[in-house]
């Protein structure tokens, strides 16, 4: 099953020559520029681990596209990011945000239904992949 | 997007035209601003339009679907201190803008200490931040030959050089690398080091300058900051120019540069002291003899 999170999701995935057209509308816009990764594509698990920091003063994309290959070399097998950060209202806050990498094979999710009071029912998903320890999720 | 990239694929190109590309890129600007805002350097000049012409004649070859390997732009500017390398290089980070090489066109200028870390583990992050930042336009790397120093075999230059190596060949269409410093020592340093030798593909060489070729930049430097010489300063000028250049330490334009910024002070302190009542613009723009005159260099000491 393709997770699909943020901007662009209902897209087929980006090219490099694409993610770098995208990022550089980002930093034409003086945003700040983050890669994050993870093997746990729960929805609701916001907190992605950070690719090294944002980054600043880069004035071209490639910068970007060069770092998400390094981190490719490592995270190959895992969900990589990229979010855009704009400070200007005075907090960081996020402009946009895809998905440039992901687990070749994606097992989805597991939707549990739990009777509650009064014949109620509570849905919660799981994602299979997370069984396995972190670390030990994708191949 | 998609669309895009299939209507370019469907036109196909079958001619170009060399002088409507030269005009309309802004290179022809550039050339010319070259030969106007910069004295003597003939032979640089000279290298630096055959460069211009194959490069645009590379892209109009891309084109016609000619070429299609990007060609290795990275290049060392070997000469001595104050030769203008890196007066050059800004320009030169210009012109590869305009030919369609970089994509932005800026200048990141740095030596060792701005690539080679204090401790294990601090080299390649600092050269990768270095290299990020140069992507989409130059990196120049002065004084480069200090990146590499056989006698310490665990010098860190190693890693940023391995690091450099890498990207210069991997990310050529992200950014180009300028190695400058002198040129013996840049000579030695490529013998060393074949990795740098093989991937670069243009060397300059930028001459001393002549007495002449001195006086006229001091002349333009001082018309540049809206002061002028008249006939005396321009000959104490000469002359200054003739005893400095034998001194050590004498570093062509720059030591002229420095002079003048000396010369200035002087000239404001006279004004200064001789001034009672209201005076002109011609006043305080003129340079005196006595202003350069004054200068240790001509009682036997040394300027820096
Ligand atoms: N040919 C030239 N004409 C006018 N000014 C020059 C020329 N060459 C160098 N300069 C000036 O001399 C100074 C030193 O030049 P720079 O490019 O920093 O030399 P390098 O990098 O070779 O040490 C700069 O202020 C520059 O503007
Ligand atoms: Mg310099």
């Known amino acids: ?139 | 997007m998609e669309n895009e990239g299939q209507e370019k694929d469907s036109e196909i190109v079958t001619e170009v035209n060399l002088k409507e590309d030269f005009q309309a890129s802004g290179v022809a600007d550039i050339l010319s601003e070259l030969d106007n805002s910069l004295i003597g350097l003939t032979p640089v000049k000279t290298r630096i339009k055959e460069t211009a012409s194959l490069l645009l004649v590379d892209k109009a070859r891309e084109k016609l679907g000619l070429v299609n390997e990007s060609p290795t732009l990275h290049m060392s500017f070997s000469g001595n201190p104050g030769t203008g390398k890196t007066t050059v290089a800004l320009k030169m980070a210009n012109l590869l803008f305009r030919l369609g090489y970089v994509r932005k066109g800026h200048l990141v200028t740095v030596t060792r200490d701005d690539l080679v870390g204090q401790y294990i583990g601090h080299t390649a992050p600092k050269t990768k931040e270095v290299l990020k930042k140069a992507m989409g336009g130059v990196l120049f790397i002065d004084e480069a030959y200090y990146l590499y120093r056989p006698e310490n075999e665990r010098d860190y230059g190693q890693e940023a050089i391995e690091i450099l190596l890498q990207v210069m060949e991997n990310n050529r269409d992200d950014l180009v690398v300028i190695l400058a410093g002198y040129k013996d020592k840049m000579d030695k340093f490529f013998e060393s080091n074949p990795g740098f030798r093989s991937r670069i593909a243009h060397h300059i060489d930028f001459p001393d300058y002549s007495n002449n070729e001195l006086l006229e930049i001091a002349e333009v430097m001082v018309a540049s900051m809206n002061y002028q010489f008249n006939e005396e300063s321009k000959k104490a000028m000469a002359e200054y120019i003739k005893i400095r250049k034998k001194q050590p330490h004498f570093a062509n334009a720059r030591s002229i540069r420095n002079a003048i910024d000396r010369a200035r002070l002087r000239q404001a302190n006279r004004v200064f002291n001789n001034s009672k009542g209201p005076i002109g613009a011609s006043f305080l723009s003129q340079i005196e003899d006595i202003d350069i005159r004054q200068s240790r260099v001509f009682s036997g000491g040394i300027d820096k």
């Open chain 1, 1 to 139: 099953m393709r997770v699909t999170q943020g901007t662009f999701s209902f897209l087929p995935d980006f090219t490099d020559q694409q993610i770098h057209e995208q990022v550089q509308y980002c930093i034409d816009n003086g945003w700040a520029v983050s890669i994050e990764y993870t093997d746990d594509p729960h929805p609701r698990n916001t907190y992605w681990e950070m690719w090294g920091h944002p980054m600043f003063d880069n004035p071209d994309a490639a910068a970007v596209v060069y770092e998400l290959n390094e981190c490719r070399k490592i995270y190959g097998s895992y969900y990589i990011r990229i979010i855009a950060f704009d400070s200007s209202p005075g907090w960081e806050s996020i402009r946009l945000s895809f998905i440039v990498n992901r687990p070749s094979e994606e097992p989805g999710f597991k939707l549990s239904r739990t009777e509650v009071k009064g014949r109620n029912i509570q849905y919660s998903i799981t994602p299979y992949s997370s069984d396995n320890p972190q670390g030990s999720r994708y191949k």
